[in-house]
């Protein structure tokens, strides 16, 4: 990755807000770029759609691990 590369991705994570310009003005180039980086990987989702699960009923307002046979509400 040439100089001129890693001057593109930090100006992008600039645009995008994935940078401040405090961070910009004081930090080097070679810590801008891993920050960059590592947020621009971030929203990228690796697998497929997360699962929530919620308790309803009595079970809704107890802490932990539904019971065994208690309705759960599965929403993608």
């Known amino acids: ?3 001129g590369a890693k001057d593109k991705v930090i100006e992008k994570a600039l645009k ?3 940078l401040t310009q405090k961070q910009y003005d ?3 180039d070679k810590l801008l770029l891993g920050i ?7 929203g990228k989702k690796k697998y497929g759609t997360k699962e929530e699960r919620h308790k309803l ?3 809704a307002h107890k802490a932990g ?3 065994k046979g208690s309705k ?3 929403a993608k």
């Open 65 to 67: 691990r539904p019971k």
């Open 16 to 18: 995008e807000g994935l």
């Open 26 to 28: 004081k930090l080097p």
């Open 57 to 59: 009923g009595k079970q």
């Open 36 to 42: 960059a980086k590592s947020k621009m990987s971030k």
């Open 72 to 74: 759960v509400e599965v």
């Open 1 to 3: 990755m040439g100089q």
